[in-house]
């Protein structure tokens, strides 16, 4: 891919990616958002293929724009790119074709340490699979996810604490993962995912591994961080959870479309 001269500037890793680029961007302003404000995440004509053989296309000319603030969910059959994606909009992958900007900001030309350095202060994940380090207690598997942020270990700990607090786990601190329930384990993970303090949550079929209260509760958890203003990207196979986003789309073969809520 050859990213255009008229690229907005690259960021050194320390410095956040501003709000005030979105002056520069071009095209309407969405209902509902902030006038003024980019989108946070912004895909054009997005591409991925990979080269085989045989060539897949896993996404096709991809556009998408999700404002701040936003809840959207993605549904799709299995094999019909949400991971795919789910890497892209967590700058884990790139796109062959096309152009991602985040936060107004082209990331087209950021170099791995300023994409991690972007994941690590913008982005939280969840996965199906909770991916808990099992030797050591809640609390560290909390702070690991701060340990390269610079913060000093008794503050990341003061986070760390916050965020079990924010998913009702204060009473689980010192507790090895294993004898957690899924549930627990999965609040856990969402802490992990926001004790940095993303702006965007990205979660792969987070309820896959849980049964349906459990599923409920992680979801009422989601509906908590987009009330405190968190922008929610949730892939999913279950519409039950899908349909409690504000906006679902659907990935069909590599092609995104919108889906209109019944209510
Ligand atoms: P989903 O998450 O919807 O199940 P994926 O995004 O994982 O789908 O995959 C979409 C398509 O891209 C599938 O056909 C898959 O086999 C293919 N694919 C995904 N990752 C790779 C890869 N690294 N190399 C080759 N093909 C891939
Ligand atoms: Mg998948």
Known sequence: MTAPSTSPPILPPSVPLPGSLSGSLP?????GSI????????????TRSFPG???????????LR???GDYLSIVGPSGSGKSTMLNLLG???RPSVGEYYLDGASTALLDEPQRAAVRGSKIGFVFQAFHLLPHRPVLDNVMLAT???GVPRREREERARAALERVHLSHRTNFLPGILSGGERQRVAVARAVVASPELLLADEPTGNLDKTTSGEVMDLFEELHADGLTLIIITHDLAVADRAQRTVRISDGRLTEVTHAR
């Not at 053989?53 to 556009?63: D, F, G, H, T, W």
């Open 27 to 31: 095209g309407p302003t969405p209902a």
């Open 35 to 46: 006038p003024g404000a980019a989108p946070v995440v912004e895909l054009v004509d997005v």
């Open 53 to 63: 053989p045989p060539e897949v296309q896993a996404l096709k000319a991809v556009n």
């Open 66 to 68: 999700v404002n701040a």
């Open 91 to 93: 700058l884990l992958d």
């Open 147 to 149: 340990l390269y942020s």
